[in-house]
């Protein structure tokens, strides 16, 4: 494959060491590709390398702390490496009907991407955003690392590949119009599909698509639409799905209707990752009603019937003998032992000034979505085809083909839109025991986990420490040493190849899997001198994955409080000490944004408080004030199976993620990001006990609702001069978890050692039973209407 | 096998299935109207909220037998009037609610339902009586949420 460059290819701005920092550059051009094709088919390389040849973070000026690896090389950039050296083509297509479509090799579970990538195209070709049909793509091996939807990395990733293309489209259809009005093409404006001649004329899209179609495959240089045209980038623009989810049309993995792909259903163990031994009565489940086939799976038994309500009878009534699974006896005090005993020790001893220890941990979190495990799968003797909401669909096609014995190009998957992932959809058990399933029984199958399965074997945010020393001397801070202990995330396949590619190109490490995620994007944003940040993870067989993030929310909760206490001891304002120790005025920009609308400082009745968080990741910066109502009238408020506690009564979020695509749904990330803040501090968390987790229900595992979520929150887009787009999914949990620790610890007077601060409250519920592991569908629904 | 007759969506449906099966799984699996979502089967999290006769509840929780034949069932699918939305389900888009859209029929079901029974009992819409809405959005658009609810009622 050739070597695509800038056209022409331009020398490297000249770099401060260390600091990524490069001079601001003119209008370029680019290089895209025509397809040869009965329509017009455009085509740009899928990686940024002939845009982005720096690592772009422009922040400048040595600091007393030295530079860490992500302020010059981040988890977006090695996102990007990765996929240099395999990247292949998009294509965006000009139908004979006008249109303009486009496969989006990237999963939409509900952040937004589909209509951010509609507005990108929209943009570029004069379009109007509904103009432009956005699909998923299946998974295209040959993108290798390129079809991977995680660390908040899509816009970052396809924002300018997009744009090359599009401009191409749109450069091909106006000289095809040039040509058919016999006028100047730089007088002819394209609108709406339309393309219109100064001197009268007009034709459409549909009329131009084949002319300005390609006999050959060719390289041809296109510049892009100048910032300060933009029309569509950058205005609020609703979610171009919200019709379908409105009026219940949209379709996730098991609203799909594929023939004879019957509901199916495993009953588990009730260990973690138990397997079954013997079924004692499978003959006589075979012949309930409504169920075709009962079998005996790597996970459990597998229960296909006419309904998912009948293969749910059929897994309760199995009898099945199983062998233990992979933390048979384990519980939180146990696991909590072994990952302190990996802690790895502080560099500087204490004493060298006046020292400061902190200790947290944190609990187990499930990434739990909406919409639970699912995927269909019709295995044949030559094929399989599976369908499913699946965030690395080329590694899904591989594992799929390995499970059931066939090649991987013998395995088509289709993406679907999913109903939430936060970081689970990574993986995709559910697809690969979807094929075992289907091949096992010899039948098409449409397999769910029940949220009982979800809950209690599906993917959890790891259990961790963070401890932090801090050595203060009058008005500086000598030495800042953060350590953070981890049941071991599982990165591989969900991003293992993709970073380890990437982080050895790191200037600043040379590092491995998840040591390489935390390396890439955690930083101490503060001037706090001697500045150390180490990760070490314990592997105890858990089934673990990002939510929302693996380490930053965590980190930056443990941060943030060591903060409030550093600044305490120097008796110094938390926000003045931040904005003091902060190392960039784009810093300071948020923090400054939440102090003024969130009005810091005022008054707070005993037992409120406010608190300030600050996080940076992700090309961005954030900032969090929120206020805590801790009052015994409020935190015993009482609400029927729930968890009500210290309520959030304010948020107050700034952020600048550089160019924003669609402030609307950038808005809808942070509310997002915010309400996960709430569980992670305040009400929800996994208990492991006895070799399993105990949650099994949305009212065991308490996830915000309506009563915990703040009834006043404020989201400020910060304007950023960034002509590229950072990452959002992710980024507005971190410097609210901050907040929200600091605000609880201002408001109780004490700062608290775990996370969520109800970890170890007496259960406001009944434990679901292991065996039958789901319980039992209510019959008295209609005493609850209203 | 029983046989039962009731109103979905206007349509008079029959279907012949055990009388235990849970309505959600009647209308799911066997009549193919997936706008009501499962995500509990025990009456929590709300997703498959629906109308029994203008009221909100879960046929994850309601076994088919219990269903008579003068009962009308509305789903998110029946909701709009033709073409023409809800006011609920347009103060949805008006205010970009949706993130995965999950859970949102559930909720447009849940909202209406919380509005006429407010109206019913003569009591204010505040955030009291929207805190009585258990339904889950684990995307966490619960701000939209409220707001949405509030405008929806102004023009019910």
């Given at each position: 494959?050739?070597?695509?460059?800038?056209?022409?290819?331009?020398?490297?701005?000249?770099?401060?060491?260390?600091?990524?920092?490069?001079?601001?550059?003119?209008?370029?051009?680019?290089?895209?590709?025509?397809?040869?094709?009965?329509?017009?088919?455009?085509?740009?390389?899928?990686?940024?390398?002939?845009?982005?040849?720096?690592?772009?973070?422009?922040?400048?000026?040595?600091?007393?702390?030295?530079?860490?690896?992500?302020?010059?090389?981040?988890?977006?950039?090695?996102?990007?490496?990765?996929?240099?050296?395999?990247?292949?083509?998009?294509?965006?297509?000009?139908?004979?009907?006008?249109?303009?479509?486009?496969?989006?090799?990237?999963?939409?579970?509900?952040?937004?991407?589909?209509?951010?990538?509609?507005?990108?195209?929209?943009?570029?070709?004069?379009?109007?955003?509904?103009?432009?049909?956005?699909?998923?793509?299946?998974?295209?091996?040959?993108?290798?690392?390129?079809?991977?939807?995680?660390?908040?990395?899509?816009?970052?990733?396809?924002?300018?590949?997009?744009?090359?293309?599009?401009?191409?489209?749109?450069?091909?259809?106006?000289?095809?119009?040039?040509?058919?009005?016999?006028?100047?093409?730089?007088?002819?404006?394209?609108?709406?599909?339309?393309?219109?001649?100064?001197?009268?004329?007009?034709?459409?899209?549909?009329?131009?698509?084949?002319?300005?179609?390609?006999?050959?495959?060719?390289?041809?240089?296109?510049?892009?639409?100048?910032?300060?045209?933009?029309?569509?980038?950058?205005?609020?623009?609703?979610?171009?799905?919200?019709?379908?989810?409105?009026?219940?049309?949209?379709?996730?993995?098991?609203?799909?209707?594929?023939?004879?792909?019957?509901?199916?259903?495993?009953?588990?163990?009730?260990?973690?990752?138990?397997?079954?031994?013997?079924?004692?009565?499978?003959?006589?489940?075979?012949?309930?009603?409504?169920?075709?086939?009962?079998?005996?799976?790597?996970?459990?038994?597998?229960?296909?019937?006419?309904?998912?309500?009948?293969?749910?009878?059929?897994?309760?009534?199995?009898?099945?003998?199983?062998?233990?699974?992979?933390?048979?006896?384990?519980?939180?005090?146990?696991?909590?032992?072994?990952?302190?005993?990996?802690?790895?020790?502080?560099?500087?001893?204490?004493?060298?000034?006046?020292?400061?220890?902190?200790?947290?941990?944190?609990?187990?979190?499930?990434s739990s979505s909406l919409e639970t495990n699912s995927a269909i799968a019709d295995v044949r003797a030559d094929r399989a085809e599976v369908w499913g909401a699946m965030k690395n669909p080329i590694a899904a096609s591989g594992d799929i083909a390995k499970a059931v014995g066939l090649p991987q190009s013998a395995v088509t998957v289709h993406v679907t839109e999913?109903?939430?992932?936060?970081?689970?959809?990574?993986?995709?058990?559910?697809?690969?025991?979807?094929?075992?399933?289907?091949?096992?029984?010899?039948?098409?199958?449409?397999?769910?986990?029940?949220?009982?399965?979800?809950?209690?074997?599906?993917?959890?945010?790891?259990?961790?420490?963070?401890?932090?020393?801090?050595?203060?001397?009058?008005?500086?801070?000598?030495?800042?040493?953060?350590?953070?202990?981890?049941?071991?995330?599982?990165?591989?396949?969900?991003?293992?190849?993709?970073?380890?590619?990437?982080?050895?190109?790191?200037?600043?490490?040379?590092?491995?899997?998840?040591?390489?995620?935390?390396?890439?994007?955690?930083?101490?944003?503060?001037?706090?001198?001697?500045?150390?940040?180490?990760?070490?993870?314990?592997?105890?067989?858990?089934?673990?994955?990002?939510?929302?993030?693996?380490?930053?929310?965590?980190?930056?909760?443990?941060?943030?409080?060591?903060?409030?206490?550093?600044?305490?001891?120097?008796?110094?304002?938390?926000?003045?000490?931040?904005?003091?120790?902060?190392?960039?005025?784009?810093?300071?920009?948020?923090?400054?944004?939440?102090?003024?609308?969130?009005?810091?400082?005022?008054?707070?009745?005993?037992?409120?408080?406010?608190?300030?968080?600050?996080?940076?990741?992700?090309?961005?910066?954030?900032?969090?004030l929120v206020e805590i109502d801790c009052r015994p009238d409020t935190v015993n408020r009482k609400i029927r199976e729930a968890v009500t506690g210290p309520r959030v009564t304010k948020v107050t979020f700034a952020v600048d993620i550089g160019l924003v695509i669609n402030p609307r749904g950038l808005e809808a990330q942070m509310m997002g990001g915010i309400n996960?803040?709430?569980?992670?501090?305040?009400?929800?968390?996994?208990?492991?006990?006895?070799?399993?987790?105990?949650?099994?229900?949305?009212?065991?595992?308490?996830?915000?609702?309506?009563?915990?979520?703040?009834?006043?929150?404020?989201?400020?887009?910060?304007?950023?001069?960034?002509?590229?787009?950072?990452?959002?999914?992710?980024?507005?949990?971190?410097?609210?978890?901050?907040?929200?620790?600091?605000?609880?610890?201002?408001?109780?007077?004490?700062?608290?050692?775990?996370?969520?601060?109800?970890?170890?409250?007496?259960?406001?519920?009944?434990?679901?039973?292991?065996?039958?592991?789901?319980?039992?569908?209510?019959?008295?629904?209609?005493?609850?209407?209203? | 096998?029983?046989?039962?007759?009731?109103?979905?969506?206007?349509?008079?449906?029959?279907?012949?299935?055990?009388?235990?099966?849970?309505?959600?799984?009647?209308?799911?699996?066997?009549?193919?109207?997936?706008?009501?979502?499962?995500?509990?089967?025990?009456?929590?999290?709300?997703?498959?909220?629906?109308h029994i006769n203008g009221k909100a509840f879960n046929p994850c929780s309601v076994p088919v037998g219990a269903i008579h034949e003068s009962d009308e069932i509305t789903t998110i699918e029946g909701l709009a009037d033709g073409d023409d939305l809800h006011p609920m389900q347009q103060a949805w888009l008006d205010r970009d609610v949706p993130q995965c859209g999950?859970?949102?029929?559930?909720?447009?079901?849940?909202?209406?339902?919380?509005?006429?029974?407010?109206?019913?009992?003569?009591?204010?819409?505040?955030?009291?009586?929207?805190?009585?809405?258990?339904?889950?959005?684990?995307?966490?658009?619960?701000?939209?949420?409220?707001?949405?609810?509030?405008?929806?009622?102004?023009?019910?």
């Amino acid at each position: 494959m050739a070597n695509h460059r800038f056209a022409p290819p331009r020398t490297k701005e000249p770099k401060e060491p260390g600091t990524g920092l490069r001079a601001p550059v003119g209008r370029r051009k680019f290089l895209g590709y025509l397809i040869a094709a009965p329509t017009l088919v455009v085509a740009a390389e899928f990686t940024r390398q002939q845009i982005f040849d720096a690592p772009s973070t422009a922040w400048a000026a040595a600091t007393p702390s030295g530079p860490q690896t992500p302020e010059v090389y981040d988890l977006l950039d090695a996102l990007r490496d990765a996929g240099r050296p395999t990247a292949n083509l998009i294509r965006i297509e000009v139908n004979k009907d006008g249109t303009v479509s486009f496969a989006l090799p990237r999963s939409d579970n509900g952040q937004g991407i589909i209509t951010s990538t509609q507005m990108i195209i929209a943009e570029e070709m004069g379009l109007e955003v509904d103009q432009v049909k956005v699909t998923l793509a299946d998974a295209r091996p040959e993108l290798m690392f390129n079809q991977l939807t995680g660390g908040s990395s899509t816009t970052f990733t396809t924002y300018t590949p997009i744009r090359v293309a599009a401009a191409l489209a749109q450069m091909r259809l106006l000289d095809a119009a040039s040509q058919l009005l016999q006028q100047d093409v730089r007088t002819l404006t394209s609108r709406g599909g339309l393309i219109t001649g100064a001197t009268g004329g007009s034709v459409p899209f549909s009329a131009l698509a084949e002319k300005a179609a390609s006999a050959v495959d060719q390289q041809v240089e296109v510049a892009l639409k100048p910032r300060e045209d933009f029309a569509i980038i950058g205005k609020p623009q609703n979610k171009t799905d919200a019709r379908d989810i409105v009026t219940g049309r949209k379709c996730f993995a098991t609203d799909l209707q594929i023939p004879d792909a019957l509901p199916t259903v495993i009953c588990r163990a009730p260990d973690l990752n138990g397997t079954p031994d013997d079924v004692e009565n499978i003959d006589e489940v075979r012949g309930m009603p409504g169920i075709t086939d009962v079998e005996v799976v790597s996970t459990g038994v597998a229960v296909r019937a006419k309904t998912f309500g009948q293969a749910i009878d059929g897994v309760r009534a199995l009898r099945v003998q199983w062998n233990d699974g992979t933390v048979h006896g384990e519980d939180d005090e146990s696991v909590l032992a072994k990952v302190r005993a990996a802690e790895l020790p502080m560099a500087v001893p204490a004493g060298v000034g006046e020292t400061i220890d902190c200790a947290f941990t944190f609990y187990f979190a499930s990434s739990s979505s909406l919409e639970t495990n699912s995927a269909i799968a019709d295995v044949r003797a030559d094929r399989a085809e599976v369908w499913g909401a699946m965030k690395n669909p080329i590694a899904a096609s591989g594992d799929i083909a390995k499970a059931v014995g066939l090649p991987q190009s013998a395995v088509t998957v289709h993406v679907t839109e999913g109903g939430g992932s936060f970081g689970r959809k990574l993986f995709y058990d559910a697809a690969v025991e979807a094929a075992e399933c289907s091949k096992v029984i010899g039948k098409p199958v449409k397999l769910m986990w029940t949220r009982a399965d979800d809950s209690r074997q599906g993917r959890v945010h790891p259990m961790a420490t963070s401890r932090i020393r801090a050595q203060i001397s009058g008005d500086t801070v000598l030495s800042y040493e953060q350590r953070h202990t981890s049941v071991a995330t599982q990165v591989n396949p969900g991003f293992g190849d993709a970073i380890s590619t990437g982080a050895v190109k790191a200037p600043l490490g040379n590092l491995t899997l998840s040591e390489s995620i935390f390396e890439l994007t955690q930083v101490t944003p503060y001037d706090f001198g001697v500045s150390t940040r180490f990760l070490n993870e314990v592997d105890m067989r858990f089934n673990t994955t990002s939510m929302r993030n693996i380490y930053s929310p965590n980190v930056a909760t443990a941060r943030e409080l060591m903060v409030d206490q550093i600044a305490a001891k120097m008796g110094k304002d938390p926000y003045e000490f931040r904005r003091a120790f902060l190392k960039h005025d784009r810093m300071r920009g948020v923090l400054d944004a939440v102090a003024k609308e969130g009005r810091w400082g005022r008054s707070m009745k005993k037992g409120t408080a406010q608190g300030l968080g600050f996080h940076t990741e992700y090309k961005g910066v954030s900032a969090a004030l929120v206020e805590i109502d801790c009052r015994p009238d409020t935190v015993n408020r009482k609400i029927r199976e729930a968890v009500t506690g210290p309520r959030v009564t304010k948020v107050t979020f700034a952020v600048d993620i550089g160019l924003v695509i669609n402030p609307r749904g950038l808005e809808a990330q942070m509310m997002g990001g915010i309400n996960d803040a709430l569980a992670l501090i305040l009400t929800s968390s996994l208990h492991l006990t006895d070799g399993h987790f105990v949650e099994a229900s949305w009212d065991n595992y308490f996830y915000t609702r309506q009563w915990n979520t703040p009834p006043e929150m404020n989201i400020i887009i910060v304007d950023s001069d960034a002509d590229e787009p950072g990452g959002a999914g992710e980024f507005g949990l971190a410097a609210t978890c901050g907040a929200i620790a600091t605000a609880y610890a201002r408001a109780v007077g004490k700062v608290p050692e775990y996370f969520p601060i109800n970890h170890k409250d007496p259960f406001p519920f009944e434990p679901k039973p292991l065996v039958p592991p789901i319980p039992e569908s209510p019959t008295d629904g209609l005493r609850h209407t209203y | 096998m029983p046989t039962h007759t009731f109103t979905l969506n206007g349509e008079r449906v029959t279907v012949d299935v055990e009388d235990d099966v849970r309505l959600l799984w009647v209308i799911r699996d066997m009549l193919g109207i997936t706008g009501p979502k499962y995500g509990c089967g025990i009456n929590v999290c709300k997703a498959c909220t629906c109308h029994i006769n203008g009221k909100a509840f879960n046929p994850c929780s309601v076994p088919v037998g219990a269903i008579h034949e003068s009962d009308e069932i509305t789903t998110i699918e029946g909701l709009a009037d033709g073409d023409d939305l809800h006011p609920m389900q347009q103060a949805w888009l008006d205010r970009d609610v949706p993130q995965c859209g999950y859970c949102q029929p559930g909720q447009i079901m849940a909202a209406v339902a919380k509005v006429r029974q407010c109206q019913r009992e003569g009591r204010d819409l505040d955030d009291a009586a929207i805190e009585e809405i258990r339904n889950i959005c684990r995307c966490g658009t619960y701000q939209r949420i409220r707001e949405a609810i509030k405008a929806g009622a102004d023009n019910m």
